[in-house]
C-alpha cells in the first residue's frame, strides 16, 4: 500500500526563507565514527539532503571537511556535557551549527535542525538537548500473518503472509520514529504464536537480519517478543522449567545465534503467565527465576531482557467480593525487588489495570527500589476510542509521569525513575504502537500526535502537551498558525472529551467485550476479567480502601492516605477507588448522579465544537486529509451520542434520579 510521509513531507509549506539554510550543507568528523555509526552518519547526511530537495526543489551538495560561513554545518567531536544521543545546536545568522559527540546525536540534532528551520524558530541562539530515557521503545503487536493485534491503521507492514517482510516502508518507518528519537523496536506481539516463536531459532532469520540493518542504520536496536516455552513449544526439550540446565542450554544457544547474525539485537521482550501465556508459575518458579534465566543467555551479548509485569488472574469468579485484579500487578512482583538480574528491566503499565482512559499510576513504582523499570504506556488507544476518536494521550503521559511515588528518601517522581534518575540507571519508556500499513501509519490522522508526542515525551519530559501538537501540527499540515493553534485546542480538549463521554470518575471498563469499542455498560461485569463496576441501585464502585480490597494500602504515604479518605481522593479516581452512592457530593459540589449526566452531555458537546473547528480550517488543510479527518469526526459524534445515551439511561434507571435540567434521557 502506498504510504504519506507523516510529519517528515518537507514539502508542506514551510516557515520562509527556511530552504537558504539548506544551500550549503558541510559535514566534519565523520570519519572518526565506526562502521556501524558511519551509517547512522550517512541517514542524517541523506536527511539534510532529502530537506534540501524538497524544500529548495533542488539538490545540495554535502561538504566534506570544510568550514563554511553560512548553511548548515555538522560536526561530530568530542562536544563536552552531552550524553549518548545528545546535540547542541547554534545558530547565528545564516549559519546553523549541529554538533553532537556520537552519531545518533548528530541524527536526532540534524532532525531537530529540520523542524526549527520548518517551522521558522531560527532566531540567534544556542540549544543543547539530550535523551532524558535511556531506552524510547516502541512496541509493535503484529502478528506473523499480517493482522495487528489492537491495531487500528491497517495491517502490519513487519509481516505478510506468515512471514517478514522488508521493503522501502521499513526504511521511512525507521526514519519517522528515529525523527522523534526512537531508538528500541519490537516488531512482533508479546502474544507470540507458533510462527513467531520461530524467530529465536532462525526462522526467516535473512529478513530479520535486514530489518536490524535497516533500524541500525537510523539508531534504532530491533527487540523481539519470545515464548516463554519456546523449547518445549518448538520440540527441542519436554520443559521450559527456568531451573532445568536443558532449557537454559538451549536460550544460551538461540542467543548466541542471533547474536552472530544481528550483533546490534537489544534483546528480548516477554508476556509471561499473563492471559494464557507460559511462564515459570507453571513450575512453581518465580518471575525472577523465569527473567534471570533469559537475560543470562543475554549478557554475554549485552542485550537486555525486558519482562511484562501485567500478571494477574483472567479467571476470576465475578462473584467473588474478595479478589481485585488492581491488585495483581503489585502483589505479584513487590516480593522479588533486587532479586533480578542487572540486564533484567520490569516493564510496568501505567495504570494498575489495563490502559483503561482514567487509572491511578500503577502502585509497584513506588513500591520497587532495587529493580530496573520502565512505563509501558498504549498510543494504541485500545480503550481510549481506537484511533477513530480523537484522544490525544500526551496529557495523560505527562501526569503519570508527574506523579511522586514517595519511594525513596525524596518524592521520587516516576518520570526520574525512568530517565534514570533515581536509583537505577537502566530504565525507558515504551508504547505499545499504533501504526499499520493505512497510508497515513495511524488510521486517523490526528492519532500522529500520539505517535509523535511519545517519542518527543521520551526525549524531553519537559515539553508541555501544547507545545508538541503545536509542533506536530505545523510540521505535519502546514506552518500556519490558525491551523497548529485549531489542531492544537482539538489534541487538548480530545482526552478530557473521551472521559466525559465514557465511564465516570476512574471506574473504566464500560466497553464492549472482545473488540473493547463503543459503550456496553455491564458488557465486563458477570465475565472472569476482574473489570467490575458492581452498579445498583443506591450505588457504584469497588471499595479498595481499608473496609475493601485493600489495595489503596499499596502506595506510599502520603498518596496512601489521600487515596484513603473520600474526603481527599480527587474527584477523577474516586470511583476507582470508593464505592459511592448516586447523591455522595463531589469536591466539585455536584452529586454523583449530576456529575454523571453533566459529564456525559458536555462530552458530546465538546465533540460538536471540535468538528467545529476542523470546520473552520476547510480552506488551509489540504483536502484529503481534511476529509479523513472530518469524516472520523462525524463517527466520534454518533459514538459519543451512543455513550452518551446508555450511560445516561443506564444510571437513571438504577438510581431513580431524574436530571435537575430536565435533558432527555431515555
Ligand atoms: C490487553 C489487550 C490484549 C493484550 C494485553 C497485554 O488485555 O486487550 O490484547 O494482549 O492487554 O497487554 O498483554
Not at 463496576?533 to 469497588?542: A, K, Q, T
Request: aromatic share 10%; proline share 4%; net charge negative.
Amino acid at each position: 500500500m502506498s504510504y504519506e510521509f507523516a510529519w517528515l513531507d518537507y514539502r508542506n509549506s514551510v516557515a520562509a526563507g527556511a530552504g537558504d539554510y539548506l544551500k550549503k550543507i558541510a559535514c566534519t568528523g565523520f570519519e572518526i565514527a565506526s562502521e556501524a555509526d558511519k551509517n547512522i552518519l550517512f541517514s542524517a547526511e541523506q536527511e539534510l539532503m532529502r530537506a534540501a530537495k524538497e524544500i529548495n526543489g533542488q539538490q545540495s551538495t554535502v561538504l566534506k571537511d570544510e568550514v563554511t560561513s553560512e548553511g548548515i554545518s555538522v560536526v561530530l567531536s568530542d562536544a563536552p556535557g552531552l550524553k549518548t544521543g545528545g546535540f547542541k545546536i547554534m545558530i547565528t545568522g545564516p549559519k546553523i551549527t549541529i554538533e553532537a559527540s556520537d552519531a545518533s546525536g548528530i541524527l536526532y540534532g540534524v532532525f531537530r535542525a529540520i523542524t526549527l528551520i520548518r517551522t521558522g524558530k531560527t532566531s540567534d541562539g544556542q540549544i543543547a538537548e539530550s535523551p532524558a530515557s535511556p531506552i524510547r521503545m516502541l512496541d509493535h503487536w503484529d502478528n506473523p500473518d499480517g493482522s495487528i493485534e489492537r491495531g487500528y491503521s491497517g495491517r502490519s507492514f513487519f509481516f505478510k503472509n506468515d512471514h517478514l517482510y522488508v521493503d522501502d516502508r521499513t526504511r521511512e518507518y525507521a526514519r519517522l520514529v528515529a525523527s522523534v528519537g526512537i531508538n528500541a523496536v519490537a516488531i512482533n506481539n508479546v502474544n507470540v504464536n507458533d510462527i513467531a516463536t520461530g524467530l529465536v531459532s532462525g526462522y526467516d532469520r535473512k529478513e530479520l537480519t535486514e530489518i536490524a540493518k535497516i533500524f541500525g542504520d537510523y539508531g534504532i536496536k530491533l527487540y523481539i517478543s519470545l515464548n516463554f516455552a519456546s523449547p518445549m513449544s518448538l520440540g527441542a526439550t519436554d520443559t521450559a522449567d527456568p531451573l532445568d540446565s536443558k532449557v537454559a542450554q538451549w536460550w544460551k544457544e538461540a542467543a548466541d545465534g542471533l547474536y552472530r547474525d544481528i550483533p546490534e539485537l537489544g534483546g528480548f521482550l516477554v508476556k509471561a503467565d499473563s492471559e494464557g501465556r507460559p511462564g515459570p508459575f507453571s513450575y512453581d518458579r518465580t518471575h525472577a527465576d523465569g527473567a534471570n534465566m533469559l537475560a543470562r543467555a543475554l549478557a554475554p551479548h549485552n542485550g537486555l531482557l525486558i519482562w511484562r509485569c501485567f500478571v494477574y488472574n483472567c479467571q476470576q469468579d465475578w462473584r467473588d467480593h474478595t479478589m481485585d485484579r488492581a491488585r495483581a500487578c503489585y502483589d505479584n512482583f513487590i516480593g522479588l525487588d533486587g532479586q533480578f538480574d542487572d540486564n533484567v528491566i520490569l516493564q510496568i503499565k501505567n495504570g494498575p489495570m489495563d490502559f483503561q482512559v482514567r487509572e491511578p499510576v500503577s502502585p509497584l513504582f513506588g513500591g520497587l527500589k532495587k529493580t530496573n523499570m520502565m512505563v509501558e504506556f498504549q498510543i494504541a488507544q485500545e480503550y481510549t476510542g481506537q484511533q477513530r476518536d480523537i484522544c490525544y494521550l500526551i496529557p495523560m503521559f505527562k501526569q503519570v509521569l508527574d506523579f511522586k511515588t514517595y519511594n525513596g528518601d525524596g518524592e521520587g517522581v516516576l518520570c526520574d525513575i525512568v530517565t534514570g534518575k533515581g536509583s537505577k540507571q537502566t530504565c525507558g519508556m515504551v508504547a505499545v504502537s499504533n501504526t499499520g500499513d493505512d497510508p497515513n501509519w495511524t488510521g486517523h490522522d490526528l492519532a500522529g500526535a500520539n505517535l509523535y508526542g511519545f517519542g518527543r515525551l521520551a526525549f524531553n519530559p519537559a515539553l508541555t502537551s501544547e507545545e508538541i501538537a503545536d509542533e506536530w501540527s505545523r510540521l505535519t499540515f502546514c506552518n500556519d498558525d490558525t491551523v497548529a493553534d485549531g489542531v492544537t485546542k482539538m489534541l487538548m480538549m480530545s482526552w478530557p472529551t473521551y472521559e466525559k463521554y465514557t465511564s465516570p470518575l476512574g471506574i473504566g471498563w464500560m466497553i464492549s467485550p472482545g473488540h473493547h469499542y463503543g459503550p456496553d455498560i455491564e458488557g465486563y461485569e458477570f465475565s472472569p476479567w476482574g473489570t467490575y463496576h458492581r452498579s445498583d441501585r443506591n450505588g457504584l464502585g469497588v471499595e479498595r480502601g481499608k473496609t475493601g480490597t485493600k489495595m489503596i494500602d499499596q502506595y506510599n504515604e502520603p498518596v496512601r492516605s489521600l487515596y484513603e479518605s473520600i474526603e481527599t481522593c480527587p474527584d477523577e479516581l474516586v470511583l476507582f477507588f470508593h464505592r459511592l452512592s448516586y447523591d455522595h457530593v463531589l469536591k466539585s459540589g455536584k452529586t454523583v448522579i449530576e456529575h454523571i449526566y453533566d459529564s456525559h452531555f458536555e462530552g458530546v458537546q465538546d465533540v460538536n465544537e471540535m468538528i467545529g473547528i476542523w470546520r473552520s480550517l476547510a480552506d488551509k488543510v489540504d483536502g484529503v486529509r481534511f476529509g479523513r479527518v472530518n469524516d472520523r469526526l462525524d463517527g466520534q459524534l454518533m459514538n459519543a451520542r451512543e455513550w452518551r445515551d446508555r450511560i445516561n439511561t443506564y444510571y437513571y434507571r438504577h438510581s431513580g434520579v431524574p436530571d435537575k435540567q430536565g435533558r432527555k434521557i431515555y
